[in-house]
């Protein structure tokens, strides 16, 4: 796979960048960037996987993601709620979920399904428990630390 990188520099661009691939972002900034400009290539039922050690940076690339589709507020994180909705543009539901406090049965408590059917976009951190009973998303993103302030982003 090629590595795309997103330039250093602030206010870049890297809307051309978002494409299936790895991508090295070397600030939050930056995963913000990379998510709003990947929230162009989602659509309507689209189910996004999002993966990697705590404090990697998924919901940073969330905030990012949320911007791009003309969430407005604050974006937080969903580990406690598990799940939040926000309007997005042309009313198109946003759902941000975090599986990462369930275990086992939990899943079926949460009645993902309904959300699934509602015609939005859904972000799922912590997907480990729905690849298990077979759910396949629309797209899969991988995070990586590589430093201190460095994110290796596999999207798949």
Same mark, same amino acid.
């Given at each position: 796979?090629?590595?795309?990188?997103?330039?250093?520099?602030?206010?870049?661009?890297? &809307?051309? !960048?978002?494409? #299936?691939?790895?991508?090295?972002?070397?600030? !939050?900034?930056?995963?913000?960037?990379? +998510?709003?400009?990947?929230?162009?290539?989602?659509?309507?039922?689209?189910?996004?996987?999002? =993966?990697? =050690?705590?404090?990697? +940076?998924?919901?940073? %690339?969330?905030? $990012?993601?949320?911007? +791009?589709? +003309?969430?407005? $507020?604050?974006? /937080?994180? &969903?580990?406690?709620? %598990?799940?939040?909705?926000?309007?997005?543009?042309? &009313?198109?539901? @946003?759902?941000?979920?975090? @599986?990462?406090?369930?275990? $086992? *049965? *939990?899943?079926?408590? %949460?009645?993902? *399904?309904?959300? #699934?059917?509602?015609?939005?976009?859904?972000?799922? =951190?912590?997907?480990? @428990? @729905?690849? #298990? !009973?077979? /759910?396949?998303? &629309?797209?899969?993103?991988?995070?990586?630390?590589?430093?201190?302030? =460095?994110?290796?982003?596999?999207?798949?």
């Amino acid at each position: 796979m090629a590595k795309n990188k997103i330039s250093p520099q602030k206010g870049s661009n890297t &809307s051309g !960048a978002v494409n #299936r691939g790895i991508v090295v972002s070397r600030s !939050a900034a930056q995963t913000r960037a990379l +998510g709003k400009a990947f929230a162009g290539r989602l659509k309507a039922g689209d189910t996004v996987f999002i =993966e990697g =050690e705590v404090g990697s +940076g998924k919901t940073t %690339l969330v905030q $990012g993601i949320a911007r +791009g589709m +003309g969430v407005r $507020g604050a974006v /937080r994180s &969903s580990s406690f709620i %598990l799940i939040n909705e926000y309007r997005a543009k042309e &009313s198109v539901p @946003l759902f941000h979920v975090d @599986l990462y406090r369930l275990h $086992g *049965d *939990d899943i079926s408590m %949460l009645g993902l *399904d309904d959300y #699934r059917y509602a015609a939005g976009i859904m972000l799922i =951190e912590w997907p480990c @428990l @729905l690849r #298990r !009973a077979g /759910r396949r998303p &629309s797209w899969e993103i991988r995070m990586k630390w590589k430093s201190d302030n =460095e994110r290796v982003i596999e999207i798949k």
